[in-house]
């Protein structure tokens, strides 16, 4: 049995870099950027109004209430740049800034003299007007050759859409490691409208798995179900690697009873056994091993949170250094309450991160954190690691505090939770 710190150094050893592909930023969300993304253009592209109203030179100057103009002509989102001259313009939001006009007044704050049937021709100012006021200048959002995107960047919808603004179409992004899942048990059903039989069980861990995986910015190419024969357990791998996969993760089989056949079947097939069993808890019989193709091979328990803590402390590494992303960052928070923990293993808690009135956040260990228990996962909204020989981890104390999933930042998931 070795270390988490001992594992993990294993699993980055194991990690490569994913190849780089282009993509349209259509279907760009939720990818990692594998070069910087730096604006073509200015955003806005060209000094507008921010209000419907008039457009004024106020040259630095204020305005004074009171002030009558004559309007020059008027301009809606859209139309082509114009000569503003003197006097005012009237103006519509967006609209691009008459050259030489750069103030406008809100509609509400002018008083028509004089107009005709196509619009005002003459106005007074009901309000002092400042210099620059409602206008947008070309460049204040974006200015033109600025990195707006780093690399490394996950693509969410607002990354999307400041790249539509821009008229960027395509970037180059990390391919999405290529992933299978395979969960083993002849109780285990995978049907929801099956009735079940006595001694079976609903297979959950492979729906959680692949969601989780496909957040963390896996490919899911091939997943299934097989009893507790090793030659269906092979047959399935074959088909997974077949479909491309080049990390595999199974859940059940691994520990030391009469059905726990993976690890042999494995060696059986020419896998370089790299760990078996981690001092943490959940999840103490997880095995790691390459493949003869070289191909990761995660081997994770059967029970719920025990292939969860797999998946989110084991498999996740390993998925973020494959999309060339930075080493996740956690939290330090003070615990809420004194925690017994089994001495000299490193245990992964389903928490809490709560603010007090001051807005001082804390983290609070749920009830109920056996590894069959499914129902806690719903009032969690953080994982609380707790390392160290001691078995009394007293109130008060700083615990390292990460989000459910490597890019699900404890923050947002405090917003879900409220």
Known sequence: ???????????????????????????????????????VQDLPPFDNSAMDGFALHADGVEIAAGSSFTVQGWQAAGDAAVQGGKGAW?????????????????????????????????????EAVRPGQHVRLRGQDVAQ?????????????????????????TVQVHRRPPVAVITTGKELVSDGAQALEPGQIRDSNRPYLVRRLQQAGADVVWQGAVGDEPAT???????????GARVLISTGAVSQGRYD???????????RIVFHKVAIRPGKPLLFARLADGALYFGLPGNPISAAVGQRFFVEPVLRRMLAMVDEQALQ??????LRKPPGLRVHLRAQIVADATGSLSVRVLAGQESFRLKTQLHANAWAIVDGADDVVRAGTRVKVRGLGHRDPVWLSMQEMS
């Open 1 to 39: 049995m070795i270390s988490y710190a001992d594992a993990l150094q294993h699993l980055m050893d194991a990690a490569w870099p994913m190849p780089v592909e282009r993509v349209d930023v259509a279907h760009a969300e939720g990818r990692v950027l594998a070069e910087a993304v730096g604006s």
């Open 90 to 126: 009237e103006i519509m939001t967006g609209a691009h800034m008459p050259a030489g006009l750069d103030s406008v007044v809100p509609v509400e704050q002018v008083e028509v003299l004089e107009a005709h049937l196509d619009g005002p021709l003459r106005i007074r100012l009901r």
């Open 145 to 169: 050759g600025e990195v707006v995107l780093p690399q490394g960047t996950t693509l969410d919808v607002n990354a999307v859409t400041l790249l539509h603004a821009l008229g960027i179409t």
């Open 233 to 243: 357990f092979l047959q399935a791998l074959d088909q997974a690697t077949a479909a």
């Open 261 to 271: 056949f993976i690890p042999d079947a494995l060696r059986g097939r020419g896998a």
């Open 333 to 338: 928070l003070p615990l809420q309450a004194d």
